[in-house]
């Protein structure tokens, strides 16, 4: 659970104590301020720390409960910050979040992670090769890990840019597969924003805040510099999401105009086929004509009135050729031949 744990005097680490009964003790005797580093704590380990700094206990079940949405509140002399880290999974084309709370006093800065990011270790080793810096005090550690936070944005913009590049070329290829992709895709970019839009009225809040507790100059021009990068965060973000739905208005599109070719293609097909069918049932009924009188007259009963005409023959032949040339030209005029 106590994953770092070290007490820091004008800037500089002063002790690394075993357990907080040894910060408590320290911080008692010789002053300082404690940087408390915690890791999916039990709720136990959290009331020793909140009965030793005064946390308060809604500022608590948030820090033990997870899931919450960044934001900032003052509870006193104590600032309770919850952020949400993030990183990208290439592989699974996934934005995964962590999320970080943050408690703040005049003595004491307490972490609590419930993920692996943001990386922590990396903000406390940079701050101690800034010893002027830590020695600023809570809020100069706060102003750090928020800025690490928004580093590690960075990777994920360009993630998600690289996923919507493909997505492009995808949706003139006739990808079948690319509407699932901008769907998934677009829920990582919802979720994306409900992480970075609230950070941004996380750090008004503390800039709201710079007169009324006589911050330092040097922790504004930090933080400011940090709004920056996090209002270029949202806005590329933001330019996702509408690159995402106008793709998906494109592929719409396109599956319509594909259908609707389909449509004229069978369509033609069809009207090919009639058109075959009628020169099939017209040149059957020409030929079926004399195969009536040829049967008629091939029956040989004794008692037929042609049987015995001396013309018969000829007056079948021609009765066939007539009818023949007749249904031919019917149909000719028609169109059906």
Same mark, same amino acid.
């Given at each position: 659970m106590l994953v770092k744990n070290a007490l820091y005097v004008n800037g500089v680490r002063a002790a690394d104590p075993v357990s907080l009964e040894q910060t408590f003790e320290h911080m008692r005797a010789n002053g300082g301020m404690a940087w408390i580093g915690l890791y999916r704590p039990e709720r136990d380990d959290l009331e020793v720390l909140a009965r030793e700094f005064s946390l308060h206990e809604l500022a608590l079940e948030d820090a033990v409960d997870a899931h919450q949405r960044p934001k900032i509140e003052r509870y006193g002399s104590t600032l309770f910050t919850v952020l949400r880290p993030a990183r990208y999974l290439d592989q699974e084309e996934q934005v995964e979040f962590g999320e970080v709370h943050i408690f703040t006093g005049p003595d004491f800065v307490i972490t609590v992670r419930h993920a692996e990011t943001p990386d922590l270790g990396r903000?406390?080793?940079?701050?101690?090769?800034? #010893?002027?810096?830590?020695?600023?005090?809570p809020e100069a550690v706060l102003y750090a890990i928020i800025d690490q936070v928004v580093d590690e944005y960075a990777p994920v913009v360009a993630g998600l840019?690289?996923?919507?590049?493909?997505?492009?070329?995808?949706?003139?290829?006739?990808? #079948?597969? +690319?509407?699932?992709?901008?769907?998934?895709?677009?829920?990582?970019?919802?979720?994306?924003?409900?992480?970075?839009?609230?950070?941004?009225?996380?750090?008004?809040?503390?800039?709201?805040?710079?007169?009324?507790?006589?911050?330092?100059?040097?922790?504004?021009?930090?933080?400011?510099?940090?709004?920056?990068?996090?209002?270029?965060?949202?806005?590329? +973000?933001?330019a996702f999401r509408a690159v995402l739905e106008n793709a998906l208005t494109v592929q719409n599109t396109l599956v319509t105009q594909q259908q609707n070719q389909d449509m004229r293609d069978m369509t033609a097909a069809s009207l090919l086929q009639n058109e075959e069918v009628k020169k099939i049932s017209s040149w059957a009924a020409i030929l079926f004509a004399p195969t009536l009188v040829g049967t008629v007259y091939g029956m040989n009963f004794d008692h037929m009135p042609e049987l015995h005409f001396r013309y018969g023959y000829q007056m079948a032949l021609g009765l066939m050729l007539v009818t023949s040339t007749t249904l031919y030209f019917i149909f000719k005029r028609r169109n059906w031949l």
């Amino acid at each position: 659970m106590l994953v770092k744990n070290a007490l820091y005097v004008n800037g500089v680490r002063a002790a690394d104590p075993v357990s907080l009964e040894q910060t408590f003790e320290h911080m008692r005797a010789n002053g300082g301020m404690a940087w408390i580093g915690l890791y999916r704590p039990e709720r136990d380990d959290l009331e020793v720390l909140a009965r030793e700094f005064s946390l308060h206990e809604l500022a608590l079940e948030d820090a033990v409960d997870a899931h919450q949405r960044p934001k900032i509140e003052r509870y006193g002399s104590t600032l309770f910050t919850v952020l949400r880290p993030a990183r990208y999974l290439d592989q699974e084309e996934q934005v995964e979040f962590g999320e970080v709370h943050i408690f703040t006093g005049p003595d004491f800065v307490i972490t609590v992670r419930h993920a692996e990011t943001p990386d922590l270790g990396r903000v406390r080793e940079r701050l101690e090769g800034q #010893p002027d810096l830590l020695a600023l005090g809570p809020e100069a550690v706060l102003y750090a890990i928020i800025d690490q936070v928004v580093d590690e944005y960075a990777p994920v913009v360009a993630g998600l840019e690289n996923d919507i590049d493909e997505i492009e070329d995808q949706l003139f290829e006739g990808d #079948p597969k +690319v509407s699932r992709r901008i769907f998934d895709l677009s829920r990582e970019v919802i979720d994306f924003q409900r992480a970075t839009h609230p950070l941004l009225e996380v750090i008004d809040a503390l800039e709201d805040g710079f007169e009324k507790y006589e911050v330092e100059l040097e922790l504004r021009q930090r933080l400011r510099d940090v709004n920056d990068h996090a209002l270029r965060v949202r806005d590329r +973000v933001d330019a996702f999401r509408a690159v995402l739905e106008n793709a998906l208005t494109v592929q719409n599109t396109l599956v319509t105009q594909q259908q609707n070719q389909d449509m004229r293609d069978m369509t033609a097909a069809s009207l090919l086929q009639n058109e075959e069918v009628k020169k099939i049932s017209s040149w059957a009924a020409i030929l079926f004509a004399p195969t009536l009188v040829g049967t008629v007259y091939g029956m040989n009963f004794d008692h037929m009135p042609e049987l015995h005409f001396r013309y018969g023959y000829q007056m079948a032949l021609g009765l066939m050729l007539v009818t023949s040339t007749t249904l031919y030209f019917i149909f000719k005029r028609r169109n059906w031949l």
